[in-house]
């Protein structure tokens, strides 16, 4: 028999906080705003469960407390060529001579799609690669191609670098860039490319200029001020410090009080097998994981949804998200190629999806790309085809690596 234990009752409350991160919580859930400086200090003296509870208590309040949400979706890189080479990627070859260099055909987008529409997906995440090779034409009958050929499906695409990469080919304003893309088709984009948004961690895990903070910015408030949604993303772990993470979360919630236009916040962590900042940085576990995706909660009080990660923290984890305040687990991830390039090998089907989430206490619920519910009907339902391209602005014919470090 173990010897009786010296321990006094529980507490009615988990009290195992410093007094300062006891009254920083009071405070934010009495609708105090997080200051940057209040934000640090929960992620260094803040305990696990308090944080998680203050951040399903936020959830609760923005989001349906008995549903978490899920879309059938698949990630398709149309091209693994990349100009950019980023230190924390395995999934870019370097040009398109490389023997494993792709540039897929529409047909095989095509054909990835429709296998997406026979799973009961709802829409696709489309993206490269940086490839330089490719005119601004290809995207726009890329995108043309795919409204057309399938148009319940919502095409969510492209990312800050790329688009950003495309203004500097064709010389043309932010704002002509994403009508163009938007007139062919695109819908929505994705936050990819934020890593973390602070210039000397930017610099530090890339290995050419790629998009600073500024010019992240600059797309997605853009494309917010056309009317189109965007996500923000954040991945963590490559070595930066709370203050720089933090730094993050200020120019989300500062661009989300301009414009409203993000629809959920991603935080996820960095993989880095098989990238050239393996065994460099450390890494974030699955407390670390959580503990920044409750504290994110709290400071972005002006973004509705957040997502739990469980591509890259294994489902145990990614179902633990729902109670730290994500509110929903993403896609189902028929495809992924990026992380899993990096080692994050974790798929689901469907019907897993719903189980770990009804296992969590949750009722599941398939949402589609702009967190619509996903009823029957609404799945069936076209999406306007795109005219015609309306041709006021020039084609640009080639590509231009020269501009690459130019940023
Ligand atoms: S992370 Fe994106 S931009 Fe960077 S090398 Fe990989 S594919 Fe290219």
């Known amino acids: 028999m173990s010897a ?9 409350r988990i009290t195992l906080v410093s007094n300062r991160t006891d009254e920083i919580l009071d405070c934010t859930l009495a609708g105090e705003r997080l200051s940057p400086e209040d934000a640090v200090t929960l992620l260094r003296e803040g305990k696990l469960l308090e ?7 936020v959830r609760e309040g923005k989001n349906d407390p008995a549903v978490a949400t899920y879309i059938v979706d698949r990630n398709i890189n149309y091209t693994n060529v990349c100009v950019y080479r980023c230190k924390f990627c395995a999934f870019y ?3 398109s001579k490389h023997p494993e260099a792709y540039v897929l055909s529409f047909d095989e987008i095509g054909r990835k799609i429709q296998e997406t529409i026979d799973l009961g997906g709802t829409g696709v995440l489309l993206q490269g690669g940086v490839h330089a090779e ?6 726009e009958d890329m995108f043309r191609f795919i409204r057309t050929s399938f148009p319940t499906i919502h095409l969510h695409a492209l990312s800050a670098p790329e688009v950003y ?3 500097k080919m064709t010389k043309w304003s932010m704002r002509d860039v994403i009508a163009r893309l938007r007139e062919a088709g695109l819908q929505s984009i994705p936050g990819g490319g934020a890593e973390i948004l602070e210039d000397s961690v930017r610099r530090r895990v890339w290995s050419l200029t790629k998009v600073p903070t500024a010019k992240w910015v600059d797309v997605h408030e853009t494309a917010h001020g056309l009317g189109m949604r965007t996500t923000a993303t954040m991945m963590f772990g490559i070595g930066e410090t709370y203050e720089q993470r933090v730094e993050h979360f200020r120019v989300v919630r500062d661009l989300q009080d301009r414009t409203g236009g993000f629809t959920a916040w991603i935080p996820w962590t960095f993989v880095e097998e098989n990238t050239a900042l393996d065994g460099k940085v450390e890494t974030a576990g699955g407390f670390e994981y959580l503990k920044t995706l409750a504290v994110s909660r709290l400071y972005l009080d002006n973004v509705r949804h957040v997502q739990g990660s469980w591509v890259t923290q294994g489902p145990k984890i990614g179902q633990t998200s729902l109670a730290f305040g994500a509110d929903d687990l993403g896609s189902i991830m028929i495809e992924e190629n990026v992380v899993y ?12 999806m719903r189980r770990l989430i009804s296992d969590a206490g949750y009722e599941p619920m398939q949402r589609r790309t702009l967190y619509d519910a996903c009823k029957d009907a609404c799945c069936a339902t076209p999406i306007p085809v795109p005219k015609e391209r309306a041709g006021t602005l020039p084609v640009v014919s080639g590509g231009l690596e020269s501009e690459v470090a130019s940023a």
């Open 4 to 12: 009786k234990r010296p321990y006094g009752p529980l507490p009615a």
């Open 51 to 57: 944080l998680g509870a203050a951040a399903n208590h």
């Open 93 to 95: 070859r370097p040009d």
């Open 134 to 139: 490719l005119p601004f034409s290809f995207y």
């Open 165 to 167: 990469f495309l203004k």
């Open 341 to 352: 390039a990096a080692g994050a090998r974790n798929r689901m089907t469907q019907p897993e």
